[in-house]
């Protein structure tokens, strides 16, 4: 059961700014009204789930939308499948810059939409989370001074070692509209100077996707086809702080072995530091399963009926926190501290993990938990709307 998904309070104060928000939507408004054409542009596995409630709700509106995958994620494990199981459109425009280093990936994307930006002459550019294509699209739309709307702005780590952290920060300062997930991104653009007029607290688009598709979440069906007939725990690993470095992978292996130790581990893969992990011999151990990339529902559906979850990614820490199940992320910090106040997310050391899973797995798992302000499936629709003020002046 969950609590405290809508806090009225909280929209109702972000709702009382609209006569200060107006002026600086009318500057938008000279620029669109040369094109109603909202383009969005999507690269990587997150952006999926947040880009989809946007454009349903926006279609819903009779709004021209464009969606551009970059292809920065382009094999059908890590993109194509996504599509398909969100009922997003098959994109008009696929970039397929593929993968790369930092520069070289987001340079090629900088390439390719400036060619597309200078033909399609979009009324509003819509960038999503904080992968290097939402980088390049805010950089290119700046320079051709094209609006761009930020979904999910604000979030901070105030780590810059994090290269999504640098990609964040670039992102809002060039943005004309700011939808933020929850109070505290709010407050971090506040803290750097950013408009109020240009903010929106609109709840999270990522839970809209996941709160549609709850029904199709099937524990049960995972578990059979996987082969998991007792409890067990899931993990996701793919940080360069965990995974680059010979001697960080090694104490990552000893800590993920000592987890599988006390339970079954299940252990979908990302490409991104498989070879590392392999040679630090994280196959060894005979009560660990690891596996190829899952789609969506697929994943989704072993992380509705796993005891624990271990992770380092961001958006795990909100999908654990809708779905009650308890989140261990193995970093230093995190931009999404809300998982934390208001949810199942705990930060944990690689040395601390296996004592905090012991204790975790010997705890009754209670029947409610705290969720986010606005976290309520409605945040495509939000966001929708404050686009469509903006282009159409309404």
């Known amino acids: 059961m969950l609590t405290g998904a809508v806090e009225p309070d909280a929209w109702s104060r972000f709702s009382a700014m609209k006569n200060v928000r107006r002026s600086s939507l009318i500057a938008i408004r000279l620029v669109v009204q040369m094109s109603p054409l909202v383009l969005h542009v ?30 920065q994620h382009y094999d059908d494990r890590m993109s194509d499948v996504f599509f398909r199981e969100l009922e997003l459109p098959t994109p008009d425009v696929n970039l397929g810059v593929g993968s790369g280093t930092h520069a070289h990936q987001t340079a090629a994307v900088m390439v390719g939409l400036e060619e597309l930006f200078t033909r399609e002459r979009p009324g509003l550019v819509v960038v999503y989370g904080d992968v290097n294509s939402t980088l390049a699209a805010a950089l290119v739309a700046a320079k051709l001074q094209i609006p761009t709307a930020h979904v999910e702005a604000g979030l901070r780590s105030f780590d810059r070692t994090m290269p999504e952290e640098i990609n964040r920060i670039v992102t809002d300062r060039l943005s004309d509209l700011l939808f933020a997930t929850s109070a505290d991104a709010v407050a971090h653009l506040g803290n750097e100077g950013v408009d109020p007029s240009k903010i929106h607290l609109v709840g999270n688009p990522m839970i809209d996707t996941l709160l549609a598709n709850l029904g199709k979440l099937d524990a049960e069906r995972a578990r059979s086809e996987y082969g998991l007939t ?42 991104r530091g498989r070879a590392q992990l392999d040679r630090a011999g994280l196959f060894a151990h005979p009560n660990l399963r690891v596996l ?27 999908e654990t926190t809708i779905l009650g199940v308890p989140c261990f992320t193995l970093r230093p910090n995190t931009e999404r501290p809300v998982t934390i106040t208001h949810g199942t997310n705990r930060l944990a050391t690689r040395q601390a993990l296996p004592e905090l899973v012991a204790a975790c797995l010997s705890t009754p798992r209670g029947d409610s938990w705290p969720v986010p302000p606005l976290w309520d499936g409605e945040a495509g629709a939000r966001i929708a709307d404050v686009i469509v003020g903006s282009v159409h002046g309404g």
């Open 292 to 318: 190829d990339p899952l789609g969506y529902l697929d994943f989704l559906s072993l992380v509705r009926g796993a005891e624990i979850v271990i992770t380092d990614s961001g958006g795990v820490q909100e």
């Open 42 to 71: 999507t690269g990587a596995r997150p952006n999926f789930p947040k880009a989809a409630p946007v454009h349903r709700a926006l279609a819903a509106r009779g709004v021209t939308q464009l969606l551009v995958h970059t292809g």
């Open 230 to 271: 007792d409890r067990y725990a899931l993990g996701t690993l793919h940080r360069p702080g965990n995974v680059d470095d010979p001697a960080d992978a090694a104490e990552l292996v000893k800590a993920v072995h000592a987890v599988a130790d006390q339970i079954h581990l299940v252990l979908p893969l990302h490409p």
